[in-house]
Structures are given as structure tokens and as C-alpha cells.
């Protein structure tokens, strides 16, 4: 679709065609940004989808392509790194000497069991083999609008959850 937005432009070198030149290659690029949300949007559905079934049965990468595509996605390196990133920045903003913000952020809760969030960081930025289910539990807790970051509840509930996600990273 750019590439035919482009050629639009060309029409534009004739005075009489300069506004259907620009109309066409504007139609053109609108077309190719709206095609592109749309798969997008497409490919994280799919990625939701895996992600369900990834989550529901941890041996599922033995079946299907579609699994062991995703698999691939969550094990890179960058991603594991990214979320151990995440997890190092909410430890710091734990910290007592620092003002809170305006996130829900369970400080006091989370400050109790400091040791377990940085052993999974530690564990998602290590060499070791990590599976795939453990860093989809890890994205829950760091990007995931119902994490137990921010949901209220139990001392022991949040500690049993981090206690769960660092053992589904092993593989």
C-alpha cells in the first residue's frame, strides 16, 4: 500500500493530475496504516489465544506450532531482560525513602517479600533455561492490570503467588 502511495505521488509532476495525485496517495497510506493496526491487532488475538493455552497446559510446545512460535517470542532474551528490567524498577520504587506515587502499587506488601522479586529477576535475566508458562506468570505480575501487584489481598496470598511464578520458570 506505501509502495502504491508513492507511485500516487508520481501524478503529481502533471499540474492536472497534482490532486488526485495527492487524494490517491493519501487513500493509499491510510489504507496501509489502517492494514497494519488491523493485523496487529490480529496477531495479539492470536498471541492471547496461545497464551491461554500455554498457560493451561505447560507441555502444549510438544503439539502445536503455534505454541512453540509463541514459546520462541517469550524466551528471547530481550523479553526476559525486559521483564527482569520491570521487575528491578518496581523494587526500587519499594524503597521507604522514596515518596509514593500515585500508583496502587501494594508498597508494604511487596517490600516484605523484596527477596523473592529479585530472585525471579535474577532467575528471567540468567543464562538458565527459563519456560515459557513462567514468563507469561511473570508478565501477569508486571504488566497484567489484575496483578497482586496492585490487587488488594493477602501478605501470604501475594507471597504464595511469587513462590508459584519462580518455581513455573523452572523448566
Not at 500516487?8 to 497510506?29: K, S, Y
Not at 495479539?44 to 510438544?62: K, Q, T, W, Y
Not at 512453540?68 to 521483564?83: S, T
Amino acid at each position: 500500500m506505501l509502495a502504491l502511495a508513492l507511485v500516487a505521488l508520481t501524478l503529481e509532476a502533471d499540474r492536472g493530475l497534482r490532486l488526485a495525485g495527492l487524494a490517491a496517495a493519501g487513500c493509499f497510506a491510510l489504507a496501509a496504516v489502517i492494514r497494519g493496526l488491523r493485523v496487529r491487532h490480529e496477531l495479539s488475538g492470536v498471541r492471547r489465544a496461545v497464551d491461554r493455552l500455554i498457560l493451561r497446559d505447560p507441555r502444549g510446545g510438544e503439539v502445536s506450532d503455534l505454541v512453540q512460535w509463541r514459546a520462541r517470542e517469550l524466551l528471547d532474551p530481550a523479553e526476559r531482560h525486559r521483564l527482569a528490567r520491570g521487575l528491578e524498577r518496581t523494587v526500587a520504587r519499594l524503597d521507604p525513602t522514596r515518596l509514593p506515587s500515585a500508583s496502587p502499587l501494594r508498597r508494604g506488601a511487596l517490600r516484605r517479600h523484596e527477596d523473592l522479586l529479585r530472585a525471579i529477576a535474577a532467575r528471567l535475566d540468567g543464562e538458565e533455561p527459563v519456560t515459557a508458562r513462567g514468563v507469561l506468570l511473570v508478565q501477569g505480575l508486571v504488566d497484567g492490570a489484575e496483578s497482586p501487584f496492585y490487587r488488594v489481598g493477602s501478605d501470604d496470598a501475594l507471597a504464595r503467588t511469587l513462590i508459584r511464578v519462580l518455581g513455573a520458570l523452572e523448566p
